[in-house]
């Protein structure tokens, strides 16, 4: 079903269906690149002459600041123009090396133990660690122990023992890791 009168712009066969300028996407391509050549074309009208700067031959710009003649001499003066900007930027200092971390002051003697204390559980991921921390000592590994911290008593709340408001600290409960220990032991 062809529209009446309705030709396409570019090749005049009859449209058909909702085409309302051009039959094919092959047609509007070819008119839009051939429109492009003749805006190009009237633009260049407008600037004088002049020489590439790569090459030196003389062209037509298409804008006031184009310039060179071709892509390839384009590619050729951008990659000049990046190495004369490398060339302006002052030099970095370079960076030293990350200095090793010092490690922690301790404050007593570190321990040396084969007998820790395990946790008395019927749970089997406590199981299992249990066991596999007798499987570590029976091929000669050792536990290293840390001293204790000092005591700094420093106001925490366990939410598990609830809130409690101590005159002394300002608020909360303090507990001991042994105090923790025979808690959850008792669970």
Same mark, same amino acid.
């Given at each position: 079903?062809?529209?009446?009168?309705?030709?396409?712009?570019?090749?005049?066969?009859?449209?058909?269906?909702?085409?309302?300028?051009?039959?094919?996407?092959?047609?509007?391509?070819?008119?839009?690149?051939?429109?492009?050549?003749?805006?190009?074309?009237?633009?260049?009208?407008?600037?004088?002459?002049?020489?590439?700067?790569?090459?030196? $031959? %003389?062209?037509?710009? @298409?804008?006031?600041?184009?310039?060179?003649?071709?892509?390839?001499?384009? !590619?050729? /003066?951008?990659? =000049?123009?990046?190495?004369?900007?490398?060339?302006?930027?002052?030099?970095?200092?370079?960076?030293?090396?990350?200095?090793?971390?010092?490690?922690?002051?301790?404050?007593?003697?570190?321990?040396?133990?084969?007998?820790?204390?395990?946790?008395?559980?019927?749970?089997?991921?406590?199981? $299992? %660690?249990?066991?596999? @921390?007798?499987?570590?000592?029976?091929?000669?590994?050792?536990?290293?122990? !840390?001293? /204790?911290?000092? =005591?700094?008593?420093?106001?925490?709340?366990?939410?598990?023992?609830?809130?409690?408001?101590?005159?002394?600290?300002?608020?909360?409960?303090?507990?001991?890791?042994?105090?923790?220990?025979?808690?959850?032991?008792?669970?």
């Amino acid at each position: 079903m062809s529209k009446k009168g309705k030709v396409c712009r570019e090749c005049s066969k009859p449209l058909t269906g909702i085409r309302s300028q051009f039959c094919t996407d092959t047609c509007y391509k070819h008119h839009k690149q051939m429109r492009a050549k003749e805006v190009s074309h009237l633009r260049r009208r407008n600037f004088p002459q002049k020489d590439c700067y790569i090459c030196g $031959k %003389l062209f037509q710009p @298409i804008r006031e600041d184009h310039r060179n003649c071709s892509k390839s001499c384009t !590619f050729e /003066d951008a990659r =000049n123009r990046r190495i004369a900007k490398r060339k302006k930027q002052p030099k970095l200092p370079r960076v030293k090396p990350m200095e090793s971390s010092k490690l922690p002051i301790i404050y007593g003697q570190i321990e040396t133990h084969r007998n820790p204390i395990l946790i008395k559980s019927r749970d089997p991921r406590h199981i $299992k %660690l249990n066991s596999d @921390i007798l499987d570590f000592l029976a091929k000669g590994g050792e536990i290293k122990k !840390f001293p /204790d911290e000092l =005591n700094g008593r420093t106001p925490t709340v366990n939410f598990s023992f609830g809130f409690d408001i101590d005159s002394s600290l300002g608020f909360g409960m303090e507990l001991n890791s042994t105090q923790l220990l025979e808690e959850y032991d008792r669970n």
